[in-house]
């Protein structure tokens, strides 16, 4: 009877694999057919009910179906998965141009920073650095800006609020700015080294002034300063003028105009032709032809005094140019805002 059950259960469940098409409904055959619920599982518990011999015939009948069965559904399932698998879909063509990655670059700003410094370095200038929340000593006092001096409105400036607190012996604590000029760097730099040296000092600065197509609150200047016991105004127009054909690989008309600068004498604004418009005038130059690029001069003998240099020993040249001003002319942009816009439409052209 019971021979006759098990070979009937072979029948049916090797049919009904036999037929099957998808691998869940192997699954759920597997279940109906050896599942702890099973019939066969039944009849494999009840063994232990029968007679010694019955149990021997039995048990060896049944493990002969079960495996043959497992077997079945382990070939049915290889068959199915076979059958699945989607060459089309996994088709890879080689010859497909790869998937363009989205790669960052430097700022414009940073490009032409590192471009200076790179022709600086091969002129055999140091690069020297400096804070942009400054003292007020160094960004007026010891430039030849004394406290009521009215060069000091000049440049607009942002105080830090600090100076209502006093020092432990009582004193009025030093005012502290948002650095106007690059300019402290010269003093941070001599206070340390003795001429000659000649050292250029990029860097961000801030003013507190309405912005346009060429003022920005917030912008960069790079400072240069050459000492030594014989620099002159000589110095100061050739080491500029192998800069600028170094930087805009072109002829670049150079304007010297008299000025005033505390910490320079005789002091100069610098002007170059504008290279946007070749000079006719545009939004760049302010329809003027010409952009001030920066400020010069040869440096006042009081600046020496009050980094302990003895007077008249040094002469030297400095100027402190800005950075977005050369890059206007470099990449013909109009306006000096579009740097710090955060507009990656802007910046994605570089
Ligand atoms: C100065 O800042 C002097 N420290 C320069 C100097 C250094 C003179 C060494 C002599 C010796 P001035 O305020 O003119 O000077 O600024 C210099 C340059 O910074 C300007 O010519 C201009 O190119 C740039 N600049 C000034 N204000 C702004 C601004 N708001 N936005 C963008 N660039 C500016």
Partial sequence: MLEQKIAQIKKEALAEIAAVESLGVVGELRVKYLGRKSEFTGILKSLKDMSEDERKTIGQLANLIKTEIETAFVEKEKELKEKSFDFAAEKIDVTMPAKKLQRGHLHPLSRIQYEIED???????EIAD???????????????????????????????????????????????????????????FMEKHTPPFRIIAPGRVFRRESTDTTHDHTF???????????????????????????????????????????????SFEFDINCL?????????????????????????????????????????????????????????????????????RFVKQF
């Fill in 130 to 188: 400096g804070p942009e929340v400054e003292t007020e000593f160094y960004n007026f006092d010891a430039l030849n800006i004394p406290k009521d001096h009215p060069a000091r409105d000049m440049q607009d400036t942002f105080w830090i609020k600090n100076n209502e607190q006093l020092t432990a012996d009582n004193k009025q604590q030093e005012k502290i700015v948002m650095r106007t000029q690059t300019s402290d760097v010269q003093i941070r």
């Fill in 220 to 266: 960069h200047q790079f400072e240069a300063l050459m000492v030594g016991e014989d620099i002159t105004v000589g110095n100061l127009k050739f080491v500029a003028e192998q800069f600028f054909s170094k930087f805009f690989k072109a002829d670049v008309e150079i304007r010297l105009r008299p000025s005033y600068f505390p910490f320079t004498e005789p």
């Fill in 119 to 125: 022709i600086f370095t091969s002129m055999g200038f």
């Fill in 276 to 344: 946007v418009c070749g000079g006719k005038g545009c939004s760049s130059c302010k329809w003027a032809g010409w952009l001030e690029l920066g400020g010069a001069g040869i440096v006042n003998q009081n600046v020496f005094e009050a980094v302990g240099y003895p007077r008249n020993k040094y002469q030297g040249f400095a100027w402190g140019f800005g950075l977005e001003r050369l890059a206007m002319m470099k990449y013909k942009i109009d306006d000096v805002r579009l740097f710090h816009s955060g507009d990656l």
